[in-house]
Nanobody, 115 residues
Framework: QVQLVESGGGLVQSGGSLRLSCAAS????????AGWYRQAPGKQRELVAA???????NYVDSVKGRFTISRDNAKNTMYLQMNSLKPEDTAVYYC?????????WGQGTQVTVSS
């Protein structure tokens, strides 16, 4: 069983930046598709940024140009750099790694953006 642990969340003012990290207990990011999801109160969980095994990235329109997903295979860690944060980015952020029917989730980290 692989464990994913997110960190880096917190309270930030509108326009600020945060970098989320997702540390895996095993070397999986080179062989699993990965992504960052978020869930705001009363809303469904949504995919924010995705990273394929080959390194291609994809973003939901609302974060394009502001968020960047990346990974460091040597450190078994995935990142989400979030710039120009807005109050509507407030949510619990989760990292995910999946391959075929296998899917691993982290416990989530809270991001709160004040106006």
């Amino acid at each position: 069983q692989v464990q994913l642990v997110e960190s880096g969340g917190g309270l930030v003012q509108s326009g600020g930046s945060l970098r989320l990290s997702c540390a895996a207990s095993a070397s999986i990011f080179s062989s699993y598709s990965a992504g960052w999801y978020r869930q705001a109160p009363g809303k469904q969980r949504e995919l924010v940024a995705a990273l394929t095994i080959g390194g291609r990235t994809n973003y939901v329109d609302s974060v394009k140009g502001r968020f960047t997903i990346s990974r460091d295979n040597a450190k078994n860690t995935m990142y989400l750099q979030m710039n120009s944060l807005k109050p509507e980015d407030t949510a619990v952020y989760y990292c995910n790694a999946k391959r075929a029917l296998i899917s691993y989730w982290g416990q989530g980290t809270q991001v709160t953006v004040s106006s």
